[in-house]
């Protein structure tokens, strides 16, 4: 209760307190259910990418990750409609902002933040927040690790540092093939999109960032979707740079409409796309397979 001016106002903050004590209660028990180290957070819009975000998560648990958390910026029926899975927690969001603009990253950097919270009372000590588009990709010496991600973790076990910050490269078609002809449309996934610019992964300049948060640091402020704000970056929040040729994103924004755009699709530009099927042949079969065992074991209704 609030007086102000012989005006009085009331505030009711009973759904408040029952949503927070409902959240508390599932994480008691997913903390209590599943040893959680390390994990990767999406914030994403749209039923219709439920699809993508099921095959996001199979890739990621595929390769190592502990727990993937999905953050579901669309109304809420009870978490009926979605793949319920061990590893996977589906967060209802929805605050109908909507994809693109200030609004939209301020919106993912809230999903971020609230998930950190969440992360330290699991106890867990990684994070990685990136996109549905976006696939972590290590080098192929982690393969034949139990565990290839918490190989490539291992090694900043006793790190200071508040994250491993990592460059990210696009992946998409060559729209001057017919690829649908190789790869039969039901057995797809973003893998199959293997074409790149021709670059040296090694010298690939930095221009758009992710982190892998170090959740036990006392450090992490200035943080933004694509990890410690430039203003802080190794100053009040000191970060490791990862070489792309040992570890990186690679993104698949939009892969069908190519790795350039209309204006840069001319003969020149198609002479300086490449193949890379790094991924592909190291994770593609074992990725179809996990997802049709996924999709028989439940359909959303």
């Not at 409902?22 to 219709?48: C, H, P, S, W």
């Not at 490269?169 to 893998?191: F, H, K, M």
């Not at 992710?210 to 979707?225: C, P, R, V, W």
Request: glycine share 6%; aromatic share 14%.
């Amino acid at each position: 209760m609030k007086e102000e001016s012989n005006i009085s106002y009331s505030y009711d903050v009973t759904n408040l307190l029952d949503c927070h004590d409902q959240e508390q209660m599932y994480l008691d028990a997913l903390r209590n259910k599943r040893n959680i180290t390390n994990g990767v957070i999406a914030v994403f819009n749209g039923y219709e990418n439920r699809e993508r975000a099921l095959e996001w998560a199979t890739y990621h648990n595929l390769v190592g990750f502990d727990h993937i958390f999905l953050y579901f910026n669309e109304p809420w029926p009870n978490g009926m409609d979605e793949y319920k899975r061990d590893y996977i927690t589906w967060v209802p969001f929805a605050a109908k902002v909507i994809n693109g603009g200030l609004s939209w990253g301020i919106f993912r950097i809230a999903g971020m933040m609230d998930m950190f919270w969440n992360a330290r009372f699991l106890g867990m000590k990684w994070l990685l927040n990136i996109d549905i588009d976006e696939y972590f990709w290590f080098d192929f010496k982690y393969d034949n690790a139990t565990n290839p991600v918490k190989s490539y973790l291992h090694a900043f076990q006793n790190s200071s540092k508040v994250g491993i910050h990592l460059n990210s490269i696009a992946y998409g078609a060559n729209r001057s093939i017919d690829y649908d002809q190789y790869v039969p449309r039901e057995n797809c996934t973003i893998l199959d999109n293997v074409f790149r610019q021709k670059i040296d992964d090694r010298r690939v300049q930095w221009d758009r960032l992710k982190m892998i948060a170090n959740i036990e640091s006392d450090q992490l402020q200035g943080l933004t979707h694509h990890g410690c704000h430039k203003g802080f970056r190794n100053k009040v929040c000191p970060t490791y740079r990862e070489l792309p040729s040992i570890a990186r994103i690679n993104h698949y924004k939009k892969p069908e409409h190519g790795v350039f755009n209309k204006t840069k699709e001319t003969v020149q530009g198609l002479d300086q796309i490449e193949s890379d099927f790094n991924l592909f042949n190291r994770y593609k079969l074992q990725l179809e397979q996990n997802l049709r065992m996924e999709r028989r074991l439940s359909i959303p209704s």
